[in-house]
């Protein structure tokens, strides 16, 4: 059985008041039957591991380097986020592609180290609007998974997040169907690549627009195993809800 998650992707959102966000969640959350997992900016992370009591909630990067060290300024490696506690690490976010030409096989390279640091790594992948609208919506996960996704993914150490970029950030939200059909696909490939168990124990999160409203019906599709949540993580009163409803 694959276990639950919400995760939260704060983006470049947040200061140290807004630890006492977490500080809410794990209050309202401990002992939870799902697992959470918080992706503050990298400045808050080792802040946010040492308010985090009994491993109630994971805490996570938003990116690393494809690089174990060197002169790479302003970069973060993986072995630093998981020296400053991070278990997890998104890789490959839409904004991350379009903002910093980030490509397959960039990400692909991240995992791999992400890996290597012993971090769990969530994949990103998604269509843009002119992909859906040119039905080609399958063809573009295909390729993504197969260039980004390392040999070796397992459940232990792979999620992926399927976010349609055009849902990201807008209030859009595909139809239950058009995710249901996204995230059975990804099934199919994870196994066919991997083998069955393992194809069949990596999580598939959905991302774009989840809201206190719609997370419940999302949560009913098959193959969807939580979500990846942004705006609506940035606070313990709209990431609640969600979470309340994968329990
Ligand atoms: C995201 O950025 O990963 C995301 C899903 O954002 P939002 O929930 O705000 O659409």
Redesign the pocket.
Known sequence: MRRKLAAG?W?MNGLKAELDQIDALTERHADSPIDLLICPPATLIAAAVSRVANDAMMIGGQDCHSEVSGAFTGDISAAMLADAGAGAVILG?S?RRELHQESDELIRAKAVMAHQSGLITVV?VGESLAQREAASTLDIIAAQLAASVPDGATGENMVI?Y?PIW????GKVPTLNQIGEVHDFIRARLEQRFGTAAGQSIRLLY????KPDNAAGIFTVPNVDGA??????LTAADFSPIIEALK
């Open positions: 992707n983006k976010h904004e990103c997040a976010e849902a990201i950030g807008t991302g774009g627009s989840v990846l949540v942004g705006g609506a993580s």
